[in-house]
Each structure stands twice: as structure tokens, then as C-alpha cells.
């Protein structure tokens, strides 16, 4: 990380300011009015549609390994994905990832 | 506060409470991976009491370590808490007539657990009184938001103390793919995802992390047009 003590507090606050901006919208300014259908279909996939794009990267090429694809990470990930969409347990699939990352670079390492 | 309103409350904090073991480990880890980022406890505290977002603030963490624009880390992790507009638009029938102070506390505690919980009980019970909403809601926020702070505290002191051999930089991605993982609830989701993944590896070479910002644009595109179709062919069908 090299930004200037000014810069990050300046992200921590923006992103503060702008975060509660968004959850005050309808509450505190818009009113009792109803969104319109397709901004509200676009709304729904905001977090789905920025999470995994965010995540794909670090999981492929991560930078623990200078960027090149390694077993343990994969396995990782892989597990983590499975136990989410089959338990729908945050907790259990970050548990199961971590375990699962120790593991292998136990077994590989 | 009276009988009934009082009532509602400890309501809001018994249906809130089992939160508190996803919300803590969760504060947790954002702790240990900001500290083991280099950020000082005062930045650290900030970003979990100003911010109070958990998918926004790994978001904006990544973003910066990866050294990303000021500009690209905010508009990255906005982009994440955009849903909550849709939040506050549902919660705004049930509790727009109260003050707007309250109003703007009420705001700055919307997250998944408190919209979730207050608009389910809203609308199963329809009789309920103002006030009586109003304090459900500031029960649902206390056991769910109120521990952010101080686990975000926990985590920031342990996570210095980690040696490097745990592959912590691991913890966040794992977090995210566990986060992701439940979101997958019907093909609309699963589309928007793969063509969020799909775009950010093939213009990961664009500048200034620009590539995530077109894959999440694409993606909320995709994702609403699949729906869009399915919804027709369904209605077709019937």
C-alpha cells in the first residue's frame, strides 16, 4: 500500500460519507416513492456483479506466489465455493476454505 | 418507552442475536486483514464506524493493496453498497413518517441483517405502531451492528501479532467466495457472476483496475437481462 496518510483517510471518509448517502436516499430524501422495475432488477445483482470479478484475480494468480496458480489456493477456493452453495454458511464454507488451505500446503508443502 | 414499544425492541434484539456469530468473526477478519495491510488501529476503527459495511470494506481493501486510484477504490466499493439504496427504498413505507433524526440513525444502521429482519416482521405484522417499528429496527441493529466495532478492534490487535506462514493473504479471498456463494440463488445470479469473473481476468490488463469496473457494469447488465427473460418466458408459460 503506498498512499499518503491524507489519501487513505480521505478513501475511509468518502466511502463513509458516500455508503451512508446511499442508505439515507429513500429514507431521509426520496421519500415514499417506488423505484421504478428495472432499476431495481439492476440493484439486486450490484454485489454479485462486483464481488467475483474482485475475487477471480487473487484466487488465480495470487500475489503470495508472485501470480502464478498454486494447488493449496485453488483447492482452497474451490471448497469454500462448494460448501457455500451447498450449505449457505458463510461461516462453515470460510472455515472449511481455510482448513482446506492449511491442508494442502501441509500435504503439497 | 412504553410497554408494547420496549417489547418490540427486545424483540428485534432476540430475532438479531444469532447474527452475532456471523457478524463477529466476520469484524474479525476485516481487523486482521487491514492491520496485516499496513493500516494503522486508527484507520482501522474508521473504516468499520464510518463505513459499517462489511463486503464494501474487504472490497476497499483489496483495491488498495493493490495500490488502485482513490477514485477507483470509492467507486469499486460504492458499487458494492449500491444494493442498500434498495434497502432504504423498502424500509421507507414503514418508517418514513418517523423523525429524520431517527431517520438518519436508522440510515446509517441498514445492512443485509437489519433491512432482512424489520422488513419481514413489518410486513407480518402490519398493525404495528411507529414507535413500535422504529424500535424492532434499533433492536435488530444492536446485536448485529454493534459488535462490528469492537471485534474490527480484536482482530486489528491480533492481526499484528500473526506470523506470515498462516497465508493470511489468503483470508480475504476465502471471506469473499464465501460471501459470493449463498448470493448464487438463481441463474440470473449465477450469469452475472461468471461474466463478472470472465471480464475481470480478460481486461485485467487495463489501467487503473479498470477492468473490474467494466466487468461489474457488463455483469449488472447480464444479470438483469436474464431475469428479464426468464421472468417472460415464465410468464409465457403460465
Known amino acids: ?109 | 418507552m412504553s410497554t408494547p414499544t420496549k417489547s418490540a425492541y427486545w424483540q428485534g434484539l432476540r430475532d438479531g442475536a444469532p447474527f452475532i456469530l456471523v457478524v463477529t468473526p466476520f469484524a474479525m477478519l476485516f481487523g486482521v486483514s487491514a492491520s496485516e495491510a499496513g493500516l494503522p488501529l486508527a484507520e482501522v476503527m474508521s473504516f468499520s464506524f464510518l463505513v459499517i459495511a462489511g463486503a464494501a470494506q474487504f472490497a476497499a481493501l483489496q483495491m488498495m493493496t493493490e495500490n488502485a486510484p482513490v477514485l477507483v477504490v470509492l467507486a469499486t466499493a460504492l458499487a458494492v453498497n449500491l444494493r442498500m439504496a434498495m434497502y432504504s427504498a423498502a424500509l421507507t413505507p414503514h418508517l418514513g413518517h418517523a423523525p429524520l433524526w431517527k431517520r438518519a440513525v436508522m440510515a446509517y444502521f441498514i445492512v443485509d441483517q437489519t433491512y432482512a429482519l424489520s422488513t419481514l416482521r413489518y410486513e407480518r405484522e402490519p398493525a404495528l405502531s411507529l414507535s413500535a417499528r422504529v424500535a424492532y429496527f434499533a433492536g435488530t441493529a444492536s446485536p448485529v451492528c454493534l459488535p462490528w466495532y469492537a471485534a474490527t478492534w480484536v482482530g486489528a490487535e491480533v492481526g499484528a501479532r500473526i506470523p506470515p506462514e498462516f497465508a493470511l493473504d489468503f483470508a480475504l479471498p476465502i471471506t469473499f467466495l464465501a460471501m459470493i456463494a449463498p448470493m448464487l440463488r438463481t441463474a440470473a445470479h449465477v450469469a452475472a457472476a461468471l461474466t463478472s469473473i470472465l471480464l475481470a481476468l480478460g481486461l485485467a490488463f487495463l489501467p487503473y483496475n479498470m477492468g473490474l469496473m467494466t466487468a461489474a457494469l457488463a455483469a449488472l447488465i447480464v444479470g438483469a437481462q436474464v431475469e428479464l427473460w426468464q421472468t417472460r418466458r415464465r410468464a409465457r408459460a403460465s
Request: aromatic share 10%; proline share 6%; glycine share 12%.
Open chain 1, 1 to 109: 500500500m503506498s498512499y499518503t496518510g491524507a489519501e487513505t483517510w480521505a478513501i475511509i471518509v468518502l466511502l463513509g460519507i458516500g455508503t451512508f448517502l446511499i442508505r439515507f436516499s429513500f429514507l431521509g430524501m426520496i421519500g415514499d416513492r417506488a423505484l421504478p422495475e428495472w432499476v431495481l432488477r439492476h440493484l439486486r445483482y450490484t454485489p454479485v456483479a462486483v464481488l467475483p470479478g474482485l475475487v477471480a484475480p487473487l484466487v488465480l494468480w495470487p500475489e503470495a506466489t508472485g501470480g502464478d496458480p498454486d494447488a493449496p489456493r485453488l483447492a482452497a477456493a474451490a471448497v469454500t465455493v462448494a460448501l457455500g452453495v451447498g450449505t449457505k454458511n458463510v461461516l462453515v464454507s470460510i472455515c472449511g476454505g481455510a482448513g482446506t488451505l492449511y491442508l494442502v500446503q501441509y500435504l503439497t508443502g
